[in-house]
């Protein structure tokens, strides 16, 4: 049992983020879900019962929180993690080391346990998570879903008595997320206590016993199963919560069916439609694994299809419209925005629009993606000269404008690391505008955020694709789909089909 | 975010003993210290050098391997033309990178197959048996584990430098490392605390000795292996010790 009595704590240096007259009791046994928007201060109440508060983050704690009658406090971190496990919600940095076997045993090799009990454990988490396929790889090849499988069984194989997870389906497609519900059902039914922090809500309906929901470092609402189960639309809106229940054709589009049958259909088969209203893409082909030949790599060329990674022969689309990728983790979403701004040089395809034909390189100039971490393309130590610094010539009154646009005036002499996610990514937006970009390409754009960041991101997306820009997003979020995307393409394995 | 699926595979034909590995690295590093211009020792030189190369080749690199002895011959040719051929400024240049690389490559080879085909428990098993302290495995294992993430991290750096075109920072030297160092020492400030969270929420740093599952072993291939370098490597000694190089 977890009993978390008059907990009151604040990070040292750190105003956000704190927690206020926290009570919370959990029986053995229980699921429960924390809720609410970013920085509510779910995912420091699960530093709190896993013990990184306070042996790792410090700040000022009062109050108690005990598991099984004993202080987190008095525990040493490593006695802990036999009892608490955590699964973390980037799973690109949860990984100590680089092959699945290694991390599955990397646990029990820390405490020290006799080869053979570790072999068998090991043994039995593999078949109870069902990770024979995944084992004897390594992480640095797996995908985002498989990453965080191996990340649970990981936990898994120091049996714990409590799991906490930690937005654990981010950064996942559904199929992957469809997985992971089935390991915390596993776990349930083991009667394990499991502790969830999450803003997507749909997938976690049918698991969890109780819902609690956070403001402002504080517990404002609390419902049962049955009840969270048929909270109505005006209610989450109202907590500013995604939906719980999902319509049925996402449900379809995305489910496990989606792309069978029609994966040859080519899209807008009108090419000789040549208007000026679209952008035709032509002969994206791409892979990761050319012909080695020993001194160079074989050109690709469109009759190496079935090497390629990528495999579009023709795109049309409008422009002045948002246009949705979905695909499953793996199913090259990525593959094809990079290829489509020009960052693979061995892409052969290449864009026409205004007359005008962009191949490789030259992608550079129309084309701009919005990387999903966006600290990887902040260069500079101000806003204003990260946006000056993307114009062919300096010129600070059009920054200012650009700027302005996009509400970020006020921070024009901050630094961009200081800001907040929403806030960096409009910055990487103004310097694309700046750029003159005419495509916009975003990955994943909303992973990670909750309701009222996510509808932001899909009002900027409409508002950026009104002033004239095509934009391009990949996502996993239907409730972002629904938003803003005028037309939806997925993405099986390397081909393209439009959907509804 | 979907990384390249570039396969990496840990088993080749031959599969070393890392403590075999660290051998051979030592002997290999006492060969380049020693430099030798002509005489017998030059070829074993050669021949110690295309060891790792063959390795690096039955790993399945055959294009490494290739690429590796084009670059070695035509540094060697380069080297002896330029001596006989060229003075100046430019013989000098050209003097000194072809001593880079002769110098360096076959080092870098070296150094690439041991990293590359040596897996992180492997090598905390090899210095379990070698009695190495448990904090400098630790920190030698993390450095090893921390190389491919930074340069995954670098590799996104690099693409949102070349879709602003700012590569070259308009020229100025100083910009185009702040613009790699900025984004790239943010990334991996969170990555590392994200890291060492969960490492520790995992059990690492618990007082009791930690297992290793790992098998390692000696086979006959690392004893010929070893041997065969071993032998070479007192004979360049000689060698070089009789004509009476200095050792650097």
Redesign the interface.
């Known amino acids: 049992m977890i009993e978390i009595r008059d907990v009151n704590f604040h990070y040292a240096g750190l105003k956000q983020n704190g927690l206020y007259n926290i009570n919370l009791t959990i029986p053995d046994g229980e699921c429960i879900l924390l809720c609410g928007a970013s920085g509510c201060g779910k995912t420091t109440l699960t530093r709190l019962i896993?013990?990184?508060i306070p042996?790792?983050f410090k700040g000022k704690l009062s109050g108690s929180v005990m598991v099984n009658s004993r202080a987190i406090g008095e525990q040493?971190?490593?006695?802990?993690?036999?009892l608490?496990?955590?699964v973390?919600q980037?799973p690109?940095?949860?990984?100590?080391?680089?092959?699945t076997?290694?991390e599955v045993?990397?646990?029990?090799?820390?405490?020290?346990?006799?080869?053979q009990e570790?072999?068998k454990r090991?043994e039995s988490v593999v078949t109870e998570l069902k990770l024979s396929e995944l084992m004897k790889r390594?992480l640095?090849?797996l995908?985002?879903g498989e990453k965080q499988k191996i990340a649970c069984g990981?936990?898994a194989a120091?049996l714990p008595e409590i799991i906490i997870l930690d937005e654990p389906s981010s950064?996942l497609d559904w199929d992957s997320i469809k997985d992971l519900h089935d390991i915390m059902k596993h776990w349930k039914s083991q009667g394990k206590t499991i502790i969830i922090s999450e803003h997507r809500l749909w997938y976690l309906k049918d698991i969890i016993d109780r819902a609690v929901y956070m403001e402002n470092g504080r517990i404002v609402k609390e419902w049962k199963q049955s009840e969270f189960e048929h909270l109505s639309e005006e209610e989450l809106a109202f907590y500013e919560l995604r939906p719980v229940n999902l319509e049925e054709h996402y449900i379809r589009e995305f489910g496990e069916n989606a792309g069978s049958e029609k994966e040859r259909t080519r899209l807008s088969p009108s090419t000789d439609n040549l208007s000026e209203e679209y952008v035709h893409l032509k002969d994206f082909f791409f892979t990761?694994?050319p012909k080695?030949?020993?001194?160079f790599k074989k050109k690709i060329t469109p009759a190496d299809e079935n090497i390629c990674?990528i495999r579009i022969p023709s795109l049309n689309v409008k422009k002045e419209e948002v246009i949705g990728i979905i695909g499953k983790?793996?199913s090259?979403?990525?593959?094809f925005l990079?290829c489509l701004?020009?960052?693979e040089k061995t892409c052969i395809g290449y864009v026409e629009t205004d007359g005008s034909s962009y191949k490789g390189k030259k992608l550079?100039?129309i084309c701009?993606?919005v990387?999903?971490?966006v600290?990887?393309?902040?260069?500079?130590?101000s806003v204003l000269s990260e946006v000056l610094?993307?114009m062919d010539k300096p010129d600070e009154k059009r920054a200012e404008e650009i700027l302005k646009s996009l509400d970020l005036l006020e921070y024009k002499d901050k630094h961009p690391?200081a800001l907040s996610g929403g806030q960096k990514q409009r910055v990487a937006i103004a310097?694309a505008l700046a750029?003159k970009a005419e495509i916009l390409l975003f990955?994943?754009p909303t992973s990670g955020l909750d309701y009222r960041h996510m509808k932001e991101v899909s009002q900027l997306l409409k508002g950026l694709a009104t002033d004239g820009r095509t934009i391009f997003v990949s996502t996993h979020d239907p409730e972002l789909l629904a938003g803003c995307c005028d037309r939806i393409i997925q993405i099986t394995n390397g081909r393209a089909r439009e959907i509804s | 975010m979907e990384t390249s699926r570039k396969e990496k595979k840990t088993n080749g034909w031959i599969h070393l003993d890392p403590r075999t590995k660290l051998l051979i690295l030592v002997l290999f590093s006492v060969v380049v210290m020693i430099d030798v211009v002509d005489g017998p020792a030059l070829i074993i030189r050669i021949i110690m050098t295309f060891i790792p190369v063959f390795l690096v080749c039955l790993e399945g690199k055959i294009h490494i391997g290739a690429r590796f002895t084009v670059l070695y011959i035509l540094g060697m040719w380069l080297q002896s033309y330029t001596q006989k051929h060229i003075d100046g400024v430019v013989g000098m240049f050209l003097l000194f990178l072809c001593y880079m690389i002769m110098q360096f490559a076959p080092t870098i080879i070296m150094v690439w197959y041991c990293i590359s085909t040596t897996r992180i428990s492997e090598f905390m098993a090899a210095m379990n048996r070698l009695h190495t302290p448990q904090g400098l495995a630790i920190s030698i294992a993390v450095m090893m584990r921390f190389f491919p993430t930074l340069g995954e991290e670098y590799r996104y750096v690099r693409d949102a430098m070349r879709m602003r075109g700012i590569q070259f920072g308009g020229g100025k030297v100083s910009r185009m490392i702040t613009y790699r160092m900025i984004p790239l020492l943010f990334s991996t400030i969170s990555i590392g605390d994200e890291l060492s969270a969960a490492a520790v929420t995992r059990g690492l740093g618990a007082p009791t000795r930690r297992t290793n599952v790992c098998e390692i072993g000696f086979h006959k291939k690392d004893f010929v292996i070893a041997i065969v370098m071993f032998v070479l490597t007192i004979f360049y000694v000689y060698f070089s010790l009789q004509k009476g190089n200095v050792i650097l």
């Open positions: 896993n013990g990184l042996h790792f040493e971190l490593y006695d802990l993690a036999q608490v496990g955590s973390f980037n690109r940095s949860q990984f100590f080391s680089v092959d076997d290694g045993v990397f646990g029990p090799e820390n405490i020290g346990l006799s080869t570790i072999l090991k390594s640095f090849d995908s985002g990981s936990v120091l950064n990761y694994t080695n030949y020993l001194f990674t983790n793996g090259g979403k990525s593959t990079r701004c020009g960052l550079t100039k701009y993606m990387m999903q971490d600290n990887h393309q902040l260069f500079t130590d610094l993307s690391m310097s750029a990955d994943e």
